[in-house]
Structures are given as structure tokens and as C-alpha cells.
């Protein structure tokens, strides 16, 4: 075998997909099953719109790119990708000061941020608030079912040579590769893509990687019609997502999806891997969303789920050889992001693996990057 | 005592549900589903299947086998989500 | 909204949370029992305003139980319940109760099996057939089939021929002659066998056969049921023969689940039960893995009113601190042997699978048809429930899995040459929500702090 990806989730089946598309002989383990860890606990998003320009941004454009290649190979429909475009709302006159700035600098990265006033956003989305002070617009960003595109993409690996290895967990790491629960596997590199527990195999690896969990809630309505054409989300989002607050942020994200459903996010907690549901979360997350689309107010809450984002302290991924374990890869760490950067990923490691030059420096991804006192 | 159902007089005694009130009217099915479009009523009367959906004074997604009918209520037949005015 | 205290909450007021409720009243305990229905009495003791008992069994325990003054709350769903340092926060449709103690008694609902058409109006679980029969005073049909597996199609079929419903006829998939398999169990409990009997007698006075190894495979129709197709069938349950029967309703069922929205909320043990159902793990003194929940009645078991009506005052005194009742609890493994033996009788067979066709819908709400779970389980390789439930949503629609949960199961399993786990059942079970909430009445809710 030539590459060995541990974890068939998002990121895991993008490697596989990639590599095995590259000519290389992949297998894949997974202790659980098919995108049973945070895949399973996402929305699916593919977004440009929720970062600040560096390397992350860069890595979501090409990412962008890659997955609306990846919907014409194989058909938008087979995991519900849909095109759909992203708008943000601000809802104070700082927000909106800060949100046309965002906007202006991402516009200098290759982004397509449009302004919108808050007549426009009524025309957007109609069923929005009228009590907005303004927006933007950000038609690059996608939206998947993240389920089945993780499922699709092994379906694809699969087809081209790829073996998928369900109910298979990692207990240590070999010269030549793992070992397994089911036996020994050997490969010339092994790719680490168990996102919230690829600290634990960078550990097991002996290349210790801060991989932290970051719990995040999402609710679902019952069914209803196309309610919102976009992915629709509150301008503090982004300043959540950068920020290292321990406690509970919340800060509403809503779209609709292909089976009439409506989601709504986005919480972050750091509360270790704790699966109980926290009503207060619930709560806010609901009094948030129904204060940006007041028509929410009537339709009732179906289900909610849990799942938990990998993150590194500087809310950057690892990604690319380890320098310290000859042979080790990472592809993990996209906290909250992973199903959007999944494509880029997969395809960097796919060029690295192959000797090709990377269409990204991945420098900015080193997984030895971090300082000693960080890693512990 | 009574109730409007799609036009039409229901009557109904104290204590019925609209569900049990329609089907003693002769009426299987009040909704239609959301993907096939395929005729739906009460199924298994107790409140656990959701099959039964109703709309109720304006109100969509209420379960008709729970729902106890009451004199002046105005029941209309579901389709699909119930949502459809929302619609954008 | 209103927030109220009490020392033990008991949740459902069928014969099992009844029971319990009066157990701990006497016992000194502060009560409070909740229910969404507008009455006490649950699914067993369904009844209209001015019944009269006939027709209905342990008539005279339910009145005994009602006269007993208590803090009953109806129209008080319970969509979650929360653990806190000082007990429990109940979340209902009407308010919060808070409580140091709670007792699940949630009971259970009509297990089912998929089969071509059984989507059409007309079809009804036969607990739903019975609700209709005994809560409303209505006949779901004049010409009625019905069928399914298990004790309980008798007393829906002799309920339905004495409110004047033609009763084409009982079908039972099984061959419950199998029950000459366990003389003890059967011995100690012969009032369970006058029962059976007396229902027997009721269909033959009205005409009504009763068939066993038969079932409906199949129902035909347009806008409505009109005829079924009633298979005979090997003991693995495939059909040997077929026969069609013209008809306007069907009562189906297979047995019973439990409700266990509420012990999975609160995180507690459960474990498949003898009859292949997913059940909540009590000891002998009903005591759940978590402490201070109690179980009672079907919810850690199916086994019937009686057994029901037992684990409840036991459920009732000791969470109360009252002594234990040996007499109780010897009832208790008497009542438990029969439903064991009962369980045995009626098992349900793998055969079934053979009689759905690829377009069969499995999932009512979402409309996910037989084809749409293999190509999950095929293409994609989902080896699990949860996995096929994520990708081709069975479960995913506004019942979370209740009515489609076990089938899924059982085809998953199927597919893996291995028998159904606890786990499987399990990945299709939990529900944060049990019961409906808008958003704009979760956002709006206040509970008081203790």
C-alpha cells in the first residue's frame, strides 16, 4: 500500500479520494463507521465568506474551487451540493463597519464579497428580519450533505482501487505503518485524518499535535419549504470562530437543505467531549435564529445533535508531512471548517505524496509548528 | 357540536378527537405527503407516528388522533410541510 | 409559565404511573403526575366520559386508583428532562416541574413491519384501532382484517366485532400453540389464559376466524385500502400461499416498544428484551442505572397491565422509602415469567423481509423506500442503523425513527448477516426532543432556579 488514511470521515475520504485518483494504492481504517465522528455532527459547509484573508482563506478558495469540480464529475445531486451562496447580516452599525472592512480585505484575496444594503437583503432573502443595518453577499459559498459526500467520495476511492476498512481502530504505529485491531497494515505513509482524535493518534505516532475538542450544537426544524435561498449567518460568526473564549459563544448560522429541513448552529464550547445536551445552548441558538427570521418563531424543533470541531490553538489545520516521523502525514485539525477545506486538503496531500509541487505552501499548516509549552 | 372540514359540517361528540371525528365521517385521509404526494391519515391513533397531520385554525403539523375537536373550529387538509405561505 | 415542585415526579399515568403515584402518596410522598393526555388511564384504560367498564379489564382497580387524591397534570407532554444537582427539571408543553425523584411509566406503542402498501389510509396499527374503539367510540372500518403477531390482536378483534364491525378475520403470523411450551408459567397464571379464552369465545360468537401462520402481506388500493393479500406462511414467515380479501381497514401490529425518549435523555442503561425490543434496564427494587429515575410498567418491559400495575407500587414505595413488599415482588416474577413465555410464543420472524418490494416505503415520514436503505447499505457500505439513517434517511422525518426504527434495524442487520443489537436499536432511539416544541416557545422559556 502506498497511503494508509486513518479515519473515514470528511478530510479521510477526500485523501483517499484524491490519492487513489493520483495512481497511489490507498487503504483506509476506521475504528467506527463510514463519517461516524464529526462529519456526522456538521451542516456542510463550503465557505469563503467566514474567513479572515491568510492561509486558511486561500486554502478555502482553492477548496471552493475543487469542490464545484468534484459536483460536475460526479453530479451536484449524488451529496446535495448546492451552490447556493452565503449572506451575512449585520444587525448594529459596528457590525456593519466591521463586515464592509472584512469584506473589502477578502475582495483583495480573489473573494467575491458584494455589499448589500439592507433593501437588498430584504430582496435576498425575504423572509429576514427587516431590522438589519446591512450586509454582504458571498456567492462562492456551497453547501453539502456531508454524509454523503464523505460516503460518495469512498464510494469513488473504492471504485478506483481504494479498500475501506470499517470497525478497525489504530493501536500503535509500526516502521512500516500500524498497528491495527484487525492486524498489522504497512504503507509508505500514513495519513492521519481522525480529526478530534488526531491528537491522540499524532500521539500514539510519537508527533504530538494540540488537537483540542470545541463541542458545537446544531438544531433542526421540521420540514418546510424554501424558506431561505442562502446560507445565512450573523457577522459576529467570524469574530466567534477566531476567538479562544472558553465559555459558551454562540452566534446564529441558518439555511435550509434538500430535504426541506432547516438547520441552525453555531455554538462553541470547550467542554472537553461532554455529550449531554445543554439546554441553555439550545435556547439561545433558538431565540437567535428566530430574531433573525422571525417566521421561526411557529415551527417546531425536530432534533438536535452534537458534535465536536478539532481545533488548534492558532485555528489553523495541520496539514503535510511530519518532519519529525518519517512516513507521517496529518490532514486534521479544521475546526468547524473541515467539510469546506476536505477538497483542497485531500488534493494537497495527493500532490505532496506524488512529488508534485502543492498548488498552496503548506507551511502555514507544519504540524511541528506549534511550540514545546503548547504541546505538553 | 361541530366543526368545518374542508367545507363541509363535521359533527362530533364530547371528548372525540378530530381524527376519530372525520374517520366516523366516512374520511380516510386528510393530507397529502411531501415527496410523493401519496394520501395520509391516522395510522396508529395515539400520537406516535405523526401521520395524521391536520391543519387546525390556521395552525399546520397538528396531530389530528391528539387533537380533541372542539365546536367552531375550522380544520383544513395538510399539504405537504403545512408551510407552504412561508415559501420564498 | 408556571414552575412547580415535588418530591417524586412520575411520568405517564397509564396503569403503571398510577399505580406508583398512589403507592407514594400513601407512602407520605409529595406527588406529582404528569401526562400529555387529558386523562389518566394511558393506552390500557382508554376510555370515554361515562364509561361503564365493559369492555375494559381491571375496571374496577383503575376507579380505585382515581378515587385516590392526587396532583395530576394533564396536557403536560414532556419534550425533555434534565438533571440537575438538585434533581430533575421536567420540560413540558405547560411548564417545568422540578423534582428530587422521577418515575418513567412512559409505556410503550405498536411495534410494525413494513409490507407493500401499508402506507394506504385505512391501514391502522391495531393499537391505533383500539385508542379509536375505546377513547372515541369509533369503528375503523365495516369490513376489517385484523392481523400482525401477538396476544393483543384478540381483545382489538373482539372489541371491534361487538361494536358491530364485520371482522373479516384474526391473521396471526405465528403458531401460538407454542405456548403448551411452558405449562409453569402458564399454570400460575391461568386468569391470562381465561382471558384469551373469553376473547376466543367472543370471535366465535360473532363468526370471527381466527387463523394462525397468516398474515396481511400486502395491502391494494387507490386513495384507501380495499382489499389485502392474506399469505400463509412457513414457520421462517415466507409465504407458501396467497389469498386476496376485499376489506376497508386493516389493524396491524407486531408486538410492542417501549417510549424511552425519556431514559435516554437521562442517560440510563437499557437492553434488548426478549422480545427483540429495545427496553429500559431496571433492578428489583425499579430502580434505573441513574440514580433517582425509577422504571415501571412496559417502558423496562412489555408484559401487560397486570405486571404494570405491580412494578408501579413497587416503583411508588421505594421511591418513597417505603419497606420492601415481598408478596409484590413474588407477583412481580410471576407476572414476569408469563410475559417471557408470551414473548416466546409470538417472536417475530426473519421471513417478513421477503415480502417487501424495492419501491416499499420503510420510512413513512420521509418516504424512504426498501431500495433507497440498500443502496446506503450497498454502495456505501453503512454496515450500522445510524450510518443508513444519515445517509438515506429513514428516521430522520417528524416520528424520529418510532414507527420505522425496528424494521431499519432488522433489514441493516440483515444485510450483515447478524442479528439486531441493542446497539442498533439504540443508534435509532435517542431523542433529545420527545415531544413537539417551536422554537419561539424554547427561546422564550424561563425556569426558575431552585
Redesign the interface.
Known sequence: MDVLVIGAGMVGAACAYYCAAAGLRVGVVERGAVASGTTSGGEGNILVSDKEPGAELDLALLSVRLWASLGERFGADRFELQAKGGVVVARTAAAATGLADLAARQRACGVDAVDVSSAELASLEPNLTRDVVGGAHYPQDMQVQPMLAAAELLRQARSLGATVHTGTSVIGFTRGGVRTSAGEMSARWVVNAAGTWGGEIAALAGAPVPILPRRGFVLVTEPLPTVMRHKVYSADYVANVASDDAGLETSVVVEGTSAGTVLIGASRERVGFDRHVSLPVLRRLAAEAVALFPFLAEVNLLRGYLGFRPYCPDHLPVIGQDPRVPGLVHACGHEGAGIGLSAATGHLIAQTLTGATPDLDLAPFRPDRFAREVVG | MSFSFAGKEIVFGAGQSVGAALIAAGYRSWRTTRHDGAPRGVFCGIGVCFDCLVVVNGRPNQRACLTEARDGDEIEPQEGTGHAHLAC | MPTSRADIAILGAGPAGLAAAVAAHRAGARVTLLD?A?RVGG?YWRH??GDNGAGHHLWSTLHRLRETPLDFRPGHAIW?V?RTDDGFTI?TAAGEVLSRTVIVATGA??RQLPFPGW?L?????A??????LK????V?GERVVVTGTGPFLLPVAAGLAEAGARVLGVFEAGSPLGFARHPAAVARNLGKLTEGAAYLKTLRRHRVPFRPRRTVVAAHGD??VRAVTVATLDDTWRVVAEQRIECDAVAVGYGFTP?LEIPL?L?CDTHLDVDGSLVATADDRQRASVPGVYLAGEVCGVGGAQLSLVEGELAGRHAAGAALDKRLVRRRTTLRAFAVAMHRTYPVRPGWQSWLADDTLVC????VPVREIQR?IV??????P??VK??A?PG?????G??CGYATACLVASAGTRSVTAGDLLGLSA???AA?????A????QVEEA
Request: proline share 4%.
Open positions: 400529555g387529558a393506552q370515554r366520559d425533555h434534565e420540560h406503542y405498536d402506507t389510509p385505512g391501514v391502522f396499527t393499537g391505533g384501532a383500539q385508542a379509536l377513547g372515541h367510540g369509533v375503523v386513495d384507501r417510549q435523555q442517560g413513512r415520514c420521509e418516504e446506503s454502495d456505501f457500505g453503512a454496515t450500522e445510524r450510518t444519515l445517509l434517511r430522520m422525518g417528524l416520528c424520529q418510532r414507527v431523542r433529545p426532543i413537539p416544541i417551536t422554537l419561539g424554547l427561546a422564550e422559556q
